[in-house]
């Protein structure tokens, strides 16, 4: 099997699926009960909370538990929104936005917020120009995603995050689910109040993930019912999976020395896509994550081209995981202002720390039989 679709969800680690099949089984007891079994797993938790509060260089009181990167980032901008709405309602992101973020923007603009949505350049980034340019008196929030998980282009954070130092009304959330262990990101250095991360981008399980919260800041909670997690995500821990993030996260960070060989394979992967005939590239070469390539073959159904693909036992994707089943074309591509028939047939290819040249260059054998297939059967 050659897995290339890494930005939709990563292999766990074994040893994070023997993390958690033992706290599972020998710590089950639940967080917040005064018992022995109790208080074990509140230990975990805490011990977990710590760990992962010094991989990121940040206090163990600013890490939330999550089941994710769609309820970190509900939770960040709705429950910021909702806390600043006194002092204003205007709100700057981006067109390139998650469906998670974007999705949430939409239901804050249905509760009268009003949102400004940057337009990208070709390579899909903002300035920080723009983002002066938009700023008002009512500007509460601005919210941007650090890596595009179709296109891998990486937004300028910490420039934008010097650029609000000098608003200190206005909060910065920052989307890092896509770069977390990739693209390194100092979360104090770039004035970031709310950052989001998934533990299955990083090796993790599914249905974990936590968010950043700068001390001293208070947000909305979306749902009530108890007082974990400082009374921002009442429920009962996760603790077997929470565990289980926290030595992932550290696992991936003892990776970064591969960093190097990811962006050799990215620069070698674009370089042999270049000279297949049909495709074009939609990433951007440089300013981008070692780990993301997204590429077209206009006039081809990239379904076709997974199917075939997965017929190899070979495994890429289209768009956003949470929208690739959706017909519609990329809306990242779109405002990139690539042309319907590209934003139509966009394929994402995506590395982990274990992808190998051999692996790629098997998938580019592969290439080199199905598109004269496909681009004989579009120009008939």
Not at 262 to 268: G, P
């Amino acid at each position: 099997m050659i897995y290339l679709d890494n930005s939709a969800t990563t292999k766990p680690f074994q040893e994070v699926i023997e993390t958690y099949a033992k706290v599972a089984s020998t710590y089950f007891g639940n967080p917040s009960s005064l018992h022995s079994l109790g208080m074990q797993a509140e230990g975990l938790i805490g011990e977990s909370r710590n760990r992962i509060a010094r991989l990121l260089g940040v206090g163990a009181n600013e890490i939330i538990f999550t089941s994710g990167g769609t309820e970190g980032n509900n939770i960040a901008i709705k429950g910021a929104a909702r806390a600043k709405q006194n002092r204003g309602k205007h709100i700057i992101t981006t067109r390139v936005e998650h469906p998670s973020a974007d999705e949430a923007f939409v239901q804050l603009e249905k509760e009268g917020f009003d949102v400004t949505y940057l337009p990208v350049d070709q390579e899909g980034s903002v300035s920080v120009e723009q983002v002066k340019k938009e700023i008002r008196s009512d500007t509460i929030i601005v919210s941007m995603i650090h890596v595009n998980n179709e296109t891998g282009t990486i937004l300028p954070i910490k420039e934008i995050g010097q650029l609000l130092k000098s608003y200190p009304q206005i909060l910065f959330h920052v989307d890092h689910v896509q770069g977390v262990t990739k693209v390194p990101l100092e979360l104090r250095k770039s004035g970031i109040d709310l950052c989001t991360f998934s533990a299955h981008k990083f090796h993790g399980l599914k249905g974990n993930g936590f968010l950043f919260v700068r001390e001293g800041l208070r947000i909305d909670a979306l749902f009530h019912g108890g007082a974990q997690e400082s009374r921002l995500r009442a429920g009962t821990e996760n603790v077997a999976g929470i565990v289980a993030m926290a030595k992932a996260l550290r696992l991936s960070f003892e990776q970064d020395n591969k960093r190097k060989e990811l962006e050799q394979l990215r620069h070698n992967l674009i370089t042999q896509l270049k000279e297949l005939e049909g495709v074009v590239i939609n990433s951007p070469e440089h300013n981008a994550a070692p780990h993301i390539v997204n590429f077209s073959i206009p006039g081809a159904k990239p379904e076709v081209i997974v199917q075939s693909l997965t017929a190899k036992d070979i495994y890429v994707s289209t768009k956003s995981a949470c929208s690739s089943k959706a017909s519609e074309p990329s809306r990242v591509l779109l405002a990139m202002g690539l042309s319907e028939e590209r934003a139509n047939s966009g394929i994402r290819v995506s590395f982990s720390f274990e992808t190998t040249a051999a692996e790629l260059d098997q998938f580019i054998a592969e290439l080199k039989v199905i598109i004269p297939e496909l681009l004989e059967v579009v120009n008939s």
